[in-house]
């Protein structure tokens, strides 16, 4: 099945820097690859997502990028605030929306942004 | 438009008794999906219906776990008995089913926290 390694586990920046989190997915034909934000004690949310044709996207101060041939891909915050402190999960899955659609979670990754 | 909708959200209860968590899903949402999530881990999937019918459940302890999503709405996810390592968040969570204009996304519940002494 698939594999989801995700890196750094911990992450700590000063209000305004950039923050990147990695991840490896371990399945080819993995198409699907999401971000979740988990502020803690609250429900897991997504906050962008992408797909194998793309190779990036960018939505506001945050992007994802991706590596297929690598098989890894990348969430980009920029100019981080302290409301974007949170455990952020990268994850990957076979067809998004299709009948053998499975989410697989990398571990997580705190983000501590400092004022 | 209300969300997805976890009860109890905290239990505390002693090995080897038996507990129940109830999920109700965003309406119209034909796919629902248990999770489990350990301290410091991500989500991992326990078990996924189609409407009423389990389709994947491969990772569901079937010796101590137990679901059910009768009429295809609700679900309820047991554990009899519980051992001190089911200590986790239980998460639900919904999406509108495969295919159509579904973009992947998943919309989870705040979770059921259980405490096992």
């Known amino acids: 099945g698939e594999n989801v390694e995700q890196h750094p586990s911990t992450l700590s920046v000063q209000e305004g820097d950039s923050a990147v989190i990695k991840c490896t997915y371990s399945?080819?034909?993995?198409?699907?690859f999401p971000w979740y934000k988990q502020e803690l004690g609250k429900r897991p949310q997504l906050i962008i997502d992408?797909?194998?044709?793309?190779g990036e996207k960018k939505d506001q101060r945050i992007a994802v990028t991706l590596n297929k041939t690598a098989k890894h891909f990348s969430l980009h915050i920029t100019e981080t605030q302290p409301e974007d402190s949170a455990v952020y999960f990268c994850?990957?899955?076979?067809?998004?929306?299709?009948?053998?659609?499975?989410?697989?979670f990398g571990k997580g990754t705190l983000l501590t942004v400092n004022p | 438009e209300a969300g997805v909708v976890q009860s109890p959200r905290y239990k505390i209860i002693e090995k080897k008794q038996p507990v129940a968590f109830w999920c109700n899903p965003i309406?119209?949402?034909?796919?629902l999906y248990w999770y489990l999530q350990n301290l410091g881990q991500g989500p991992e999937l326990l078990i996924r219906?189609?409407?009423?019918?389990?389709?994947?459940d491969s990772q569901l302890p079937k010796d101590r776990f137990s679901a059910e999503r009768l009429k295809g709405v609700d679900s309820t996810l047991k554990i009899q008995p519980a051992e001190l390592g089911d200590s986790a968040v239980y998460l639900c969570?919904?999406?509108?089913?495969?295919?159509?204009?579904?973009?992947?996304?998943?919309?989870f519940g705040e979770g059921s926290r259980l405490t096992v002494l």
């Open positions: 969570a919904s999406s509108p089913g495969g295919g159509g204009m579904w973009t992947g996304e998943l919309f």
């Open positions: 399945d080819s034909a993995s198409n699907y």
């Open positions: 992408i797909r194998s044709n793309v």
């Open positions: 994850a990957a899955s076979i067809g998004g929306g299709g009948s053998n659609y499975k989410l697989t």
């Open positions: 309406s119209g949402h034909n796919t």
């Open positions: 219906y189609e409407n009423e019918e389990a389709v994947d």
